[in-house]
């Protein structure tokens, strides 16, 4: 049974409205958007909207905290000290390649971010809802104890990683309206892994690694 199948009627219509809102909040932004257009969108009466969600202020909060929440819960990715550091890492980059190819995922985030450029309060609140840095802070800490990496910095190293994705995988998309291939994904994130191996590999590992990618 899929999981659409298993949704009750009132987790099916929270599912439409706030697909809905993501549409017309895209659309119109947050000032242009409508209960009333939300409420055509997602096939409902304006009064179950609000019998959901109590102002459009609540709604576009939830989305917010779809979106985190989504982001989150795609970044537990435990550290395996079994695996060898470059499956590791791109394990660990794929946690968040998965959401930046998703279609669902990237029209929520697009929308999103349109309107914390225009309010820099919900930028903050949004960062702060993103709380999974720390997941990839603590990968760089555990394979450094390790000695699979030399980090001085894990929070740097951390931010590095994240960034050198988005820079390729998520930023360029969003501005032109698209999702990466599957394909484009895995080159960003091989890519982006390896960049972080030549940087932070312990000496001997280091040199291992130039030969190899020289060879």
Not at 9 to 31: D, H, M, P, S, W
Not at 79 to 104: K, M, Q, V
Request: hydrophobic share 40%; with cysteine.
């Amino acid at each position: 049974m899929s999981n659409e199948n298993k949704m009750s009627v009132t987790e099916r219509k929270k599912k439409q409205i706030l697909e809905a809102a993501i549409a017309e909040f895209q659309e119109r932004g947050f000032a242009g958007a409508s209960m009333d257009r939300i409420s055509d969108r997602a096939q409902v009466s304006k009064r179950t909207v609000y019998n959901h969600f109590e102002s459009k202020d609540e709604l576009f909060k939830a989305i917010n905290q779809c979106l985190a929440d989504q982001f989150n819960a795609a970044m537990e990715v435990p550290y395996d000290p079994d695996l060898p550091i470059r499956d590791a890492l791109l394990r660990l980059g794929w946690a968040e390649g998965d959401l930046l190819t998703s279609p669902c995922f990237m029209n929520m985030a697009r929308m999103v971010m349109s309107e914390t450029i225009r309010d820099p309060k919900l930028a903050e609140d949004m960062d702060a809802r993103m709380t999974k840095l720390s997941v990839v802070e603590d990968f760089m800490a555990k394979a450094t104890r390790e000695g699979k990496l030399d980090v001085p910095d894990p929070k740097l190293a951390a931010t590095q990683f994240m960034g050198l994705i988005k820079s390729r995988g998520f930023f360029p998309n969003i501005y032109a309206n698209r999702q990466a291939t599957r394909d484009e994904m895995a080159a960003v994130i091989e890519d982006s892994v390896d960049m972080i191996l030549a940087r932070y590999a312990p000496a001997k590992k280091a040199e291992d690694f130039q030969e190899t990618m020289s060879g």
